[in-house]
């Protein structure tokens, strides 16, 4: 039997890491803006189709291990992919703190209201290890569960909606007076920006490529498929969140998801309500572990890391690279015990975004390039428009963001020493 994984574990994968906490808390986020909050849906969607097409094609033309940075090494060479990995792998585990933070704060109906944070931080540790566990039994197993949760998750996000609708109201969707002087351009980009934050993860499924059936259809397939399905559940649940609830309320909701099925069936359902967020985000999460551990596998395996992150264990699991990318993630959930501290978690995003933008930037630039020289014109416009997409999101961020962002991708200096720039035999 096959230890790699098929097109529907990776289908999982794509909407896995895409389909997170954004669906739950952007509704409000975007409610001030009205129409343009809809329309900031399908402009990221967009965006987010142009980066699938890039990286479908560049995985089916290099279905390697690691996914960005092999593909930015065949281009720009080794010393800009040892960057574009290190800040890769990095952002991944870091950012990925939140989802765990978020997805044991779901459950605080069972948990009760004035619980100790070190009981949070007990379940947060116990859930790092179940998935730790999952992903170091194998690469197939994990995508295995992967596929369970998605399945699950896919439940209230096409039923719910369904029933929201029946409460829907255009009037509802109006824009705030406090954006009444912004022009149509300028809320177009802040929308976009925000709408964003839920596809960070469209590349994903490329970074375990060689632990997955024929990648270079298999992957390519998953991603399209993948993201023109997250970008529909998307837009769909947040138009009906936004049309169930009026503007002025679900601005200033703290659950609008839950709000909005409170709406429709009362609170008697928020213990379910709890579980199936839960879920949803430890999905996520699962997704995001084995990415992140594929990535530094990858890394060391073309000498940019050292060479103890490319060792597997029977069933071809990446275990020091798993249990590195998930214990380096306990001292964040610690210092999120700190009440100070835990209202650093938006800025982490925030900078997470900027982070990945930069590299999904590098892949298009890489694209380009291997298009211009094969004189593929279709290709290389489409991978114009994906970098001037990214290009447009980062230009909207205040400078402190992008700077936080450089840093992250600048400390990879103090690890240069132990990765190997000059081309060497890779390690399988």
Known sequence: ?????????????????????????????????????????????????????????????????????????????????????????????????????????????????????????????????????????????????????????????????????QKFDISNIRLSPQYADYSAADLATIVASMSFWGFIGVECATAPAEAVENPSKT????IIIGTLGVALVYLINNLAIMGAIPGNLLETSKSPYVDAINLVFGRNLSMV??????????????????????????????????????KKNSNGAPYVSVVISCFGMIPILILTKNEN??????????????????????????????????QKILKTIGGIAAFSFCLLIIATSSLQ????SLMFMLSGIFMLPFAKIKEIKKIR
């Not at 540790?125 to 999952?134: A, D, G, P, Q, R």
């Not at 978690?345 to 999904?360: G, P």
Request: with cysteine.
């Open 1 to 165: 039997m096959s230890k790699k994984m098929g097109f529907y574990a990776v289908l999982a994968i794509v909407f896995g890491s895409q389909i997170g906490s954004g669906i739950f808390v952007l509704p409000a986020s975007l409610a001030p803006f009205g129409m343009f909050g809809i329309f900031g849906w399908i402009f990221a969607g967009i965006g987010a189709m142009l980066l699938a097409f890039v990286f479908a094609d560049l995985c089916a033309k290099f279905p390697q291990t690691g996914g960005p940075h092999a593909y930015v090494q065949h281009v720009f060479g080794r010393t800009t992919a040892f960057f574009v990995g290190w800040t890769y792998w990095l952002v991944s585990w870091t950012s990925t703190s939140v989802v765990v933070v978020s997805a044991i704060a779901c459950l605080n109906p069972f948990l009760g209201k004035y619980q100790s944070p070190y009981a949070y931080l007990f379940l947060e540790t116990c859930l790092l290890c179940v998935v730790t566990w999952i992903n170091c039994k194998s690469v197939k197993f994990s995508g295995e569960i992967e596929f369970i949760l998605t399945l699950l998750k896919f439940i209230p996000f096409v039923v719910v909606p369904a029933v929201i609708f």
């Open 401 to 404: 963001s992008i700077t936080v």
């Open 219 to 222: 992957i390519p397939r998953a």
């Open 341 to 374: 501290l835990s209202e650093q978690l938006n800025y982490i995003i925030d900078f997470s975004v900027k982070s990945f933008l930069m590299i999904y930037g590098m892949c298009c630039l890489a694209f380009i390039k291997i298009n211009l020289d094969s």
């Open 273 to 310: 309500i709890a579980v199936i967020t839960s879920l949803v985000l430890i999905g996520t999460f699962n997704a995001w572990v084995l990415t992140s551990a594929q990535i530094s596998l990858g890394l060391a395996q073309d000498g940019l890391l050292p060479p103890f992150f490319a």
